[in-house]
T-cell receptor
Framework: DAKTTQPNSMESNEEEPVHLPCNHS???????IHWYRQLPSQGPEYVIH???SNVNNRMASLAIAEDRKSSTLILHRATLRDAAVYYC??????????FGTGTRLKVLA | DSGVTQTPKHLITATGQRVTLRCSPR?????VYWYQQSLDQGLQFLIQ???????AKGNILERFSAQQFPDLHSELNLSSLELGDSALYFC????????????FGPGTRLTVL
């Protein structure tokens, strides 16, 4: 299974943009890049996914490097409710997610 | 609210015992996934069912088993429990066609004493 590498933790000020990086140098051509987040005492929550092109939705943006060996989740204006563990996951055709350790995002008021 | 329900919320039991965790997927979802989250192992994929049949297996112990019933709800059975089985157990569901998004339930916290 392809692996992802993320920083253990990051901090951001409220209402500022946050860029959460993820390295996935062993990604294969058919692996989708997924991001989930887990708020305290809750199950993981889908954020966004992409294959090759950058993606936007109401929660975040996903910027994918041209060689696909890295990606960045962008929260445009962090709020206190965005404090969570963010997981970058590669998904192949085997249906299962392999979660890494994720990045714990702390948002400062 | 993801639409996935799990019961019970909390479970406390003793070593050597057997427990059953229950999951109801979102309406219309055919796939159910089980995950274990412990402090030292993080989120680990256990097993997936699609429309009643096992589709993928992860790091599931032989003492653990699961099934998906005709009404699509699923049960995870944990037997001969050990202290190390204490963890949060999450169920997730997906429609099985998009293959993209899994919706997670709130989890069952199992404590083995």
């Amino acid at each position: 299974d392809a692996k992802t590498t993320q920083p253990n933790s990051m901090e951001s000020n409220e209402e500022e943009p946050v860029h959460l990086p993820c390295n996935h140098s062993t990604i294969s051509g058919t692996d989708y890049i997924h991001w989930y987040r887990q708020l305290p005492s809750q199950g993981p929550e889908y954020v966004i996914h992409g294959l090759t092109s950058n993606v936007n939705n109401r929660m975040a943006s996903l910027a994918i490097a041209e060689d696909r060996k890295s990606s960045t989740l962008i929260l445009h204006r962090a709020t206190l409710r965005d404090a969570a563990v963010y997981y970058c996951i590669l998904r192949d055709g085997t249906y299962k997610y392999i979660f890494g350790t994720g990045t714990r995002l702390k948002v400062l008021a | 609210d993801s639409g996935v329900t799990q019961t019970p919320k909390h479970l406390i039991t003793a070593t050597g015992q057997r427990v059953t965790l229950r999951c109801s997927p979102r309406s219309g979802d055919l796939s159910v996934y089980w995950y274990q989250q412990s402090l030292d192992q993080g989120l680990q994929f256990l097993i997936q069912y699609y429309n009643g049949e096992e589709r993928a297996k992860g790091n599931i112990l032989e003492r653990f088993s699961a099934q998906q019933f005709p009404d699509l709800h699923s049960e995870l059975n944990l037997s001969s429990l050990e202290l190390g089985d204490s963890a949060l157990y999450f169920c997730a569901s997906s429609d099985g066609t998009s293959l993209y998004t899994q919706y997670f339930g709130p989890g069952t916290r199992l404590t083995v004493l």
